[in-house]
């Protein structure tokens, strides 16, 4: 989709479907789409009587026939109150409309630019773009008869807009972030027959070309090399060679700070041995969803250039059943010589992260953010809202969790209390992978922070966030890329502390 701002009143812009917002209670046009016109100002305030629902947040309602206007159609968009209107918002209203411009065939499409309090001209500018790019995403890479509605251009518009070259600037950036988004989205939607460790790897290579990262992919002969008996006793079972992939970003060399971004990459998780039920199984090729998103995140801080450090490992893997596949009741001594007792080979992501944890720290790592699709546990919890932290350090979680406000990406902190380590002590090794069912989610994070030694480290568990059966706002139904944004978000962050 082509995007170019405008600096003209929104009724001269020619397009197919002209996008304007209404606020809620105060029942007056958002400022910004002002300037509409007489005569659809007054159809708006016809519409706005008769039906006072449609400046409710997230409704839309067809204009057609306006006269005095550029647009063929305008799209009426309620954005709900305005003290609710956040910049998150501004992304789901923009995702609404573009969806609602597909439906009416619309091949170029223009928008007002938003009244958000407390955010800049700049940010919304951002946020329009990328819930429009996020919200017209689709996945139908194995549809035969593939005849969507594509939207060819979006226009904002605004007589207050910035200058060019700013405008222009916000609008690549936002772009390289949803582009970003959208390329994890893809990874995670597609069958583990196609997404199998060699292409995640495949992918993560045309990254590092396109953008001038550093990669290294490890494949099993390597992991033997490095001893990471944990992550080998996962892939055993599974005909597919694991791979370890490693991007790696120095925008800033003066800093001995080196930021690790680990992903899990199970591309299929059948449980192994301990076999998963057969209902929704399939749903288990999104379980690289973490990689996914670290991938994503590599992409744009590629392009983005932040001055900060970071190396992003993701280890990818198939978890089967087979004559060969690893067993309840095995001990595992993982990269970093702790001993691992498997209670359950489902529990198979934390082997895999905590070897690649482990490497993390021999290649220098100074701090840690683990993602992944770890336990159902977590769906129980938070449902598909929020993603649950966990983390052993203050000041390292507050930085995640504030890059997760700005993004949308909600997200909660569990506690962390050391009680809870006696569910994961083996009476045979030093860990056992599973600490049963109680606190499923706090106790696969304890497990890992075992492996962290004295690092600022936080594991984000995106098991119910990573997808979903229905769309909702910037969110289509299957993969969301969750993490992607809050991961880029954080890096440019880090980067803006450093300067
Ligand atoms: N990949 C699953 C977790 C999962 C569940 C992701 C639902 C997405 C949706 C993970 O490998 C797993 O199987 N976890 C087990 C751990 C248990 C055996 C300790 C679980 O949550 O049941
Ligand atoms: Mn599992
Ligand atoms: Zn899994």
Known sequence: MQIEGVIVSPTDVFCDALIVGVFDEIVEIDAMSQALGKQLTSLIDSMLRDQPECCQFGESSIIHYATEVGAKRVILMGLGKKDEFTLDKVREISAIAIRAG???????????????????????????????VLGSYEFNHYKTDNKDNKVDKLI???????????????????????????????????PSSYMKPSQMALVARDIAIQTGLEINVMDKANMENHKMNALLSVAQGSDIPPNLITLKYNGNPQSKELIAFIGKGITFDSGGISLKPSEKMGDMKGDMAGGAAVLGAMRAIGYLQPKVNIVALIPCSENMPSGRAFKPGHVITSMSGKTIEIIS????????????????????????????????????????????????HDDWSQEILKASMQTGEKMWLMPCYEEYLSQIKSDIADLKNSGGRMAGTITAGIFIKQFVGDLPWVHIDIAG??????????????????????????????????S
């Open 102 to 132: 597909k439906k009416l065939s619309s091949k170029t499409v223009a928008t007002v630019v938003f009244n958000c309090k407390n955010a800049s001209l700049s940010e919304v500018t951002q946020a329009i773009v990328q819930g429009t």
């Open 156 to 190: 904002v518009v605004g007589k207050d807009l910035p200058r060019a070259a700013v405008l222009a600037q916000d609008f690549k950036e936002a772009k390289i972030i949803a582009d970003s988004v959208n390329l994890a989205r893809d990874l995670t939607n597609h």
């Open 345 to 392: 080979t489902d529990a198979e992501g934390r082997l895999l992260l905590v070897d690649a944890i482990t490497y993390a720290r021999k290649i220098g790592a100074t701090k840690i953010i683990d993602i992944a699709t770890l336990t159902g546990a977590c769906v129980v919890a938070l449902g598909n809202v929020a993603s649950g932290l966990v983390s052993n």
């Open 465 to 498: 966030t990573s997808d979903r059966d229905k769309t909702k706002g910037y969110n289509l139904k299957g993969a969301t890329g969750v993490g992607a944004r809050t991961l880029i978000q954080l890096a440019l962050n880090l980067a803006e502390n450093a």
